[in-house]
């Protein structure tokens, strides 16, 4: 099979522009000096805008590793081994939650959800209340297993009125779906390049209130990892801002790849990125039901960046995902847990996917 064919619409890795791939063959840079730190700033700077907190007291950082290595962070460096963490689990993300606190041996509450269904706001005050000890609650925006997208705001609204802290994994919807760390009251965030940004793997943008940071700061010996220690993100991000702003030594050429995503999404404009993610969603699914597959949520419960379907009645999601891949070299997800065989997912998260990609997948389902 012809590799500059496939059609990769996965729900993460994306596929990314060309321009974005060439910047990877560039030749290497110090990640310090002049040059670098001005490139650096307007990442960050653009980063800003996307979690909506340009010129507010809200600090943002690029780690280097996958979504999970930002998660793994907003845990370990703000909570004390046996600390009590309320996590809404549902679905696969959702569970990881729960694999990490459990690695940073937090105390967890968890609250279960419907796979399929957002979390209730009101399960999650129920909660709280029945652990004001609790020292942060933690769900996923968009649940990449099942697309729901989960009401972050609203639990936000609630957490805040706690002395609890709110981290979110944002990693399939950064980029994709509005965000906001002011309104929504998150004090932690987690999020990755090679989603909605449409970036490459590798990196993890954070952003951290100062109700966040006031937790963080707390004096104990949390005995998590240096790595992940966001205190430390944030001493070389003050400290060394004018020649060497990581604790790291940055893989330049991907973050010079991101800026070009970036630089593209700003040209673009967020909103209207977001607008047209969202066209596309709906095109999808107009397709789908055509094809006689239908989605998994409603209409109102529309992920943007994501879409699942049932598989035709008699065959199972692999079979779609194996027909597509064969005669149509096209790339799409397969469901996870208990929807293994019975979604496939749909990738839309990509800024390079067009209409004409959008239909030549539906045009191939309804030929199945
Ligand atoms: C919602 C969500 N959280 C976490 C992760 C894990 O991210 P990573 O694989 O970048 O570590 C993913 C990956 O698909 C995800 O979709």
């Avoid at 099979?1 to 890795?13: D, H, R, S, T, Y």
Wanted: one cysteine or more; proline letters at 5%; charged letters at 20%.
């Amino acid at each position: 099979m012809e590799q500059a064919q496939m059609k990769l619409m996965i729900p993460g890795p994306v596929e990314v522009d060309p321009k974005v791939l060439a910047a990877l063959s560039e030749p290497v840079e110090p990640h310090y000096g002049d040059a670098w730190v001005k490139k650096y700033a307007r990442v960050i700077d653009i980063l800003r805008q996307i979690f909506n907190v340009a010129g507010k007291n809200y600090d943002v950082y690029l780690m280097v590793g996958s979504g999970t290595c930002a998660i793994d962070a907003s845990m370990s460096s703000s909570l004390m081994r046996g600390e009590k963490i309320i996590i809404g689990n549902n679905g696969f993300f959702g569970g990881r939650l729960i694999e990490v606190a459990k690695n940073a041996g937090l105390n967890i509450v968890e609250v279960p959800g419907e796979w399929g269904k957002p979390l209730d706001p009101q399960a999650i005050k129920k909660a709280l209340d029945a652990n004001p000890d609790a020292k942060a609650v933690s769900v996923v925006h968009g649940e990449t297993s099942t697309t729901v997208l989960n009401p972050v705001k609203e639990i936000g609204a609630i957490v805040a009125a706690s002395e609890a802290i709110f981290l979110v994994d944002a990693v399939s919807s950064f980029g994709g779906i509005p965000f906001d760390m002011e309104d929504w009251n998150v004090d932690i965030c987690a999020s990755a390049t090679q989603k909605c940004l449409g970036a490459l793997p590798g990196l993890a943008p954070v952003s951290v209130s100062q109700k966040g940071w006031k937790t963080i700061d707390r004096s104990f010996d949390k005995g998590h990892s240096w790595y992940t220690n966001l205190q430390n993100w944030r001493k070389y991000g003050t400290e060394w801002a004018d020649w060497h702003p990581t604790p790291v030594t940055m893989p330049t050429n991907n973050v010079n790849a991101l800026l070009v995503a970036l630089e593209q999404l700003m040209e673009e404009g967020i909103e209207n990125r977001i607008q047209r993610y969202r066209s596309l969603a709906l095109r999808l699914r107009k397709g789908l039901r055509e094809a006689g597959m239908e989605p998994y949520t409603s209409d109102e419960m529309l992920n943007p960046v994501l879409t699942a379907a049932y598989a035709p009645e008699g065959h199972k999601s692999g079979e779609i995902i194996q027909y597509l891949l064969n005669e149509h070299h096209i790339q799409i997800g397969g469901g996870l847990g208990h929807l293994k065989d019975v979604v496939f997912r749909i990738g839309h998260m990509s800024p390079v996917v067009t209409e004409a990609d959008i239909d030549r997948v539906v045009d191939a389902l309804k030929a199945f």
